[in-house]
C-alpha cells in the first residue's frame, strides 16, 4: 500500500471485480470504508465477514452515491474505457477522492502511474447516472433549437444557420455547431 495525498493506492494488477478490489486493502483499510459508508462493523469481524457486508452495500449504494457527484466528477468517471483510467493527474485523483474513501472506485499504482479502477458490478450504477441526463439534455436542447429556427422561419419566411447556431452559442451555455444543428433539423424531417 501506498498513500499519496491521504489516498490509498493499492501495488499490484488492477482487477475489475469489487470483491478482489476490496481484498487488496488491509483490515483497517477496510473498516474505514465500512465508517464511510456508515455501516456498523466490529474489529472482531474477520476481513472476509467485512468484504461480504461491505460489497453488498457498495452495490446497493452506488447509484445513489453516483448521482450526487457533480458533474464533472462523473464525466471523469464516465470517460473510463471498460472501468479504467489509466495514467491519472494528482488533480484527477483529488477529485474522485471520496469515491475511493467509500469503497466505490480503487486507485492502483501500476509502473509508478496511477491507474483508476471502477469495478464491474459499478458501472452500470454510473452509466444509470449520465447517460439518461445528457440524453434528455440534448433532446430538450433539440427541442429548443427547433423552436427558435421555426419562430426565424415564421417572421423572415426563411432562417440563416449560421447567424441561429452563433445566437445559440451566445445565450445558451451547451456550444452548439453547424454539424450538430443540422444533425437536430434532419431528424426533426425524419420524425
Known amino acids: 500500500m501506498k498513500e499519496i495525498h491521504n489516498i490509498t493506492l493499492i501495488k499490484g494488477m488492477p482487477n ?22 456508515q455501516l456498523l462493523m466490529k474489529k472482531s469481524y474477520t476481513k472476509t465477514k467485512i468484504i461480504e457486508q461491505l ?4 452495490i446497493e449504494n452506488a447509484a445513489n452515491f453516483f448521482g450526487q457527484l457533480d458533474s464533472n466528477t462523473l464525466q471523469i468517471l464516465a470517460t ?5 483510467l489509466q495514467d491519472v493527474s494528482y488533480e484527477t485523483l ?15 499504482v501500476v ?4 491507474t ?13 447516472e449520465t447517460s439518461p441526463n445528457q440524453v434528455n ?20 419566411g426563411r432562417y440563416d444557420l449560421n447567424h441561429l447556431v452563433s445566437v445559440w452559442n451566445h445565450y445558451f451555455t451547451q456550444m452548439l455547431t453547424v454539424e450538430e444543428a443540422t444533425t437536430w433539423i434532419k431528424r426533426n424531417n425524419n420524425d
Open 111 to 114: 509502473n509508478s502511474k496511477v
Open 80 to 84: 473510463e474505457d471498460n472501468g479504467t
Open 16 to 37: 475489475h471485480k469489487l470483491e478482489n478490489n476490496l481484498k487488496a486493502y488491509k483490515k483497517d483499510q477496510l473498516l474505514q470504508i465500512a465508517e464511510n459508508q
Open 55 to 58: 460489497k453488498s452495500i457498495i
Open 116 to 128: 483508476l479502477i471502477l469495478p464491474n458490478e459499478l458501472i452500470s450504477s454510473i452509466e444509470s
Open 137 to 156: 439534455e440534448e433532446s430538450e436542447n433539440s427541442t429548443l433549437f427547433l423552436r427558435q429556427l421555426e419562430n426565424a422561419r415564421k417572421i423572415y
Open 94 to 108: 483529488n477529485s474522485v477522492q471520496s469515491a475511493i474513501e467509500s469503497g466505490y472506485l480503487f486507485a492502483y
